[in-house]
């Protein structure tokens, strides 16, 4: 992305979220975007998921010019090329481990066996096989975020955004999710990291800092 920009409007106040925003992700790689709250690191991080457009600037994701994409291909990319992972873990109460990783590849159109045979999978590489059939309630907070993994990968996404994955954990599972991310992207997966924890970011390759929605390299 270059140049990127998104202004929010509070009354008759505005300010910019993102101020001339570029940031570059290259395939295979680890990359972190650390900040304090209301920095614009989600902001940033729902432009490069497809979720939100900037008000101006160029988005290239896979050499495809996003702002010339229909909403429909918009959703197909998010689909089918990008896995997310957030804070809140997003896990429907009602459906167990295995229903709730699948779900999405329904959505794909996914026959039900397939669907089956690659949320298993996900949920082994995650190491909770043993738990396919507990509902959310019965996982302890690093296992739901577990389970949210697995749900992000089932579908063999190119990229993995994960916002704030451990805000909500306490530090024992928070070393487990960011070995996790690391081992996935040491598999092959682009892994890109939002949060404001230094111990978080130092799993990554490239570590950035945006103030105020301004980005700027950090070392690691």
């Given at each position: 992305?270059?140049?990127i920009?998104r202004?929010?409007?509070?009354?008759?106040?505005s300010?910019?979220?993102?101020?001339?925003?570029s940031?570059?992700?290259?395939?295979?790689?680890?990359?972190?975007v650390?900040?304090?709250s209301?920095?614009?690191k989600?902001?940033l991080?729902?432009?490069?998921g497809?979720?939100?457009?900037?008000d101006?600037?160029?988005?290239?994701?896979?050499?495809?010019?996003?702002?010339e994409l229909?909403?429909r291909?918009l959703?197909r990319?998010?689909?089918?090329k990008?896995?997310?992972?957030?804070q809140s873990f997003?896990?429907?109460p009602g459906?167990?481990?295995l229903e709730n990783v699948?779900l999405p590849?329904?959505y794909?159109?996914?026959s039900?066996k397939?669907?089956i045979?690659?949320?298993?999978a996900a949920?082994?590489?995650v190491?909770?096989?043993?738990r396919?059939h507990?509902?959310?309630?019965?996982?302890?907070?690093?296992?739901q975020?577990?389970v949210?993994?697995?749900?992000?990968?089932?579908s063999?996404p190119?990229?993995i955004?994960?916002d704030e994955?451990?805000?909500n954990?306490?530090?024992?599972?928070?070393?487990?999710?960011?070995?996790?991310?690391?081992?996935?992207n040491?598999?092959?997966?682009?892994?890109?990291?939002?949060?404001h924890d230094?111990?978080?970011a130092?799993?990554a390759?490239?570590?950035y800092?945006?103030t105020?929605?301004?980005i700027?390299?950090?070392?690691?």
């Amino acid at each position: 992305m270059t140049d990127i920009c998104r202004r929010y409007s509070v009354g008759k106040n505005s300010f910019f979220a993102l101020d001339n925003v570029s940031l570059t992700v290259n395939k295979g790689e680890f990359v972190c975007v650390t900040g304090s709250s209301g920095s614009g690191k989600s902001t940033l991080m729902n432009i490069l998921g497809l979720l939100d457009t900037p008000d101006s600037g160029s988005y290239f994701f896979e050499e495809l010019n996003v702002s010339e994409l229909s909403d429909r291909e918009l959703c197909r990319i998010r689909n089918r090329k990008i896995g997310f992972v957030f804070q809140s873990f997003n896990l429907i109460p009602g459906l167990d481990a295995l229903e709730n990783v699948c779900l999405p590849l329904e959505y794909r159109g996914i026959s039900l066996k397939e669907r089956i045979a690659l949320g298993k999978a996900a949920l082994d590489a995650v190491e909770l096989s043993h738990r396919i059939h507990h509902k959310p309630s019965e996982l302890s907070g690093g296992q739901q975020q577990r389970v949210a993994v697995a749900r992000a990968i089932a579908s063999a996404p190119e990229l993995i955004l994960a916002d704030e994955p451990c805000g909500n954990l306490d530090s024992r599972s928070s070393g487990e999710i960011m070995k996790l991310l690391s081992n996935l992207n040491k598999s092959g997966k682009t892994v890109l990291l939002i949060t404001h924890d230094k111990e978080d970011a130092a799993y990554a390759d490239t570590i950035y800092r945006i103030t105020d929605g301004v980005i700027s390299k950090s070392e690691n």
